[in-house]
């Protein structure tokens, strides 16, 4: 086991670039399926959840090409020989799930387990099922997973009880062949929808209205294959505008889309730090005035993220007066806080609301655990500005989601190092 041993650190300055985004390349990936063709994918950020979708696609029989060094994967879907994702595979990541309604529309059959990810809460996969059989899917569920099947599916409305982006990426997949229109009332809005969607478009689907809360899909006989770029991880974006914040640096994060981070920005700003859109990034100030409490409350898009809650719960403990976060999206997403507790914060949580008093001088390195991708990412950032040296465990949960975190932390100044426990 591989853990990270962070050093108080100096304001973190200068430039880094943001990779590819992991919510965006994942289903995207799943979608070659549909080509029956080769698609070529760039800015693909090398993650552990990335090659694990890669390794689903080459358990069907896909051709998967991973070319690192260039960030690009190239996926030949014409070689698929089944339908059946491996469990240990399914459970090693939520996103897995992306594969079925893609698999359903390809082959008419998909079996794959009920899939894993982070302990953040409850994240069933009910609505994906729901719309699945909306647009005429047969389905048996157990424990272990599911088993679906469909000679021809039929175009249909779809209203999502709550708007799930998996769901919405799975429902948007298996329209586009399927016979007639599919219409899907509060679908999810984030960027990666509408990065789906664009890729799905250069296949030759006909898909309107992405980025809206009304999606609709007319479906198409076949697809083929295409070249896509990646858009940039906004996830990965904020995460590197709250180091700069954390630290009362001056980071230029480049490569990325202002647009996609406007919450982020909104709350930078009260919080006092300076925020600008320049030319070549967007360039976060900390160091030019104190950074004062704000409230935060998480939404779905274009609210602000719940995958920024804990990075900014961080920050929050470094400034002076009193925050409330409040989290909406998932029920079990403050784990984090105890472990920012063993350094020394004072947060108190009661069910869905935390009250976290700021003081910059309070933070002391320590061992603390990583319990899930972006609390751990929160981890990291405290101890940047902790007094002495703090362990991080479990730091496998991070490298889900973050490529070559540790290279470009020590690139803005960071003291921070990944050893092999």
């Known amino acids: 086991m591989a853990k990270y041993i962070v050093t108080s650190s100096a304001p973190l300055r200068g430039e880094v670039q943001i ?3 992991k919510n965006a390349v994942l289903p995207i ?5 549909l080509a029956g063709e080769v698609c070529e994918i760039n800015d693909v950020p090398d993650l552990r959840d990335v090659q694990v979708m890669c390794n ?9 090409t991973q070319e690192k060094e260039i960030s690009r994967v ?28 893609a698999l359903l529309a390809k082959t008419g059959k998909a079996k794959i387990a009920i899939p894993g990810g982070c302990a953040i809460g409850n994240r069933p996969v009910d609505l994906h099922i729901k719309g699945l059989r909306m647009l005429g899917a047969q389905i048996y569920e157990d424990n272990a997973g599911i088993d679906a099947h469909a000679e021809k599916l039929i175009g249909n409305l779809v209203y999502l009880d709550f708007p799930s982006v ?10 586009t062949l399927a016979e007639g229109t599919t219409t899907i009332e509060n679908a999810a809005e984030e960027p990666e929808i509408v990065d789906l969607a664009n ?5 030759g689907a006909k898909i309107k209205g992405a980025g809206t809360d009304t999606i609709k899909i007319e479906g198409v006989e076949k697809l083929h294959g295409t070249r896509h770029t990646v858009i940039p991880d906004r996830i990965e974006t904020g995460t590197f505008m709250v180091a700069a914040a954390i630290t009362r640096g001056d980071v230029l994060i480049k490569n990325s889309v202002p647009d996609h981070v406007r919450p982020v920005i909104a709350k930078l700003i009260e919080c006092g730090a300076v925020v600008n859109d320049e030319v070549d990034g967007l360039r976060v100030r900390g160091d030019l005035k104190p950074l004062v409490a704000t409230d935060i409350k998480t939404l779905p898009y274009p609210g602000f993220p719940t995958d920024m809650q804990a990075q900014f719960m961080a920050l929050l403990t470094t400034v002076e007066g009193t925050s409330q976060v409040f989290e909406t999206v998932f029920e079990n997403r403050f784990m984090h806080a105890a472990e920012l507790s063993k350094m020394g914060a004072n947060i108190r949580v009661e069910g869905r609301k935390a009250t976290v008093p700021g003081d ?10 990583s319990t899930d991708l972006r609390g751990g990412a929160a981890l990291v950032l405290a101890s940047l500005v902790a007094k002495g040296t703090s362990e991080i465990l479990d730091i496998f949960h991070i490298e889900r989601g973050y490529e070559n975190f540790v290279e470009k932390l020590r690139g803005l100044g960071a003291i921070i190092e990944r050893v092999e426990d």
């Open 199 to 203: 890729f799905l478009n250069k296949m």
């Open 166 to 175: 998996g769901a919405t990426e799975n429902i948007m997949m298996a329209a």
């Open 19 to 21: 990779s590819g985004a």
């Open 360 to 369: 910059k001088f309070t933070l002391k390195g320590t061992q603390v655990i």
């Open 29 to 33: 990936l799943a979608a070659t399926v």
């Open 56 to 64: 689903i696609l080459d358990s069907i029989g896909c051709k998967v």
């Open 74 to 101: 190239t996926v030949d879907s014409s070689t698929i020989s089944n339908s059946e994702v491996p469990y240990a595979l399914a459970k090693l990541m939520r996103a897995s799930f992306f594969i079925t309604g």
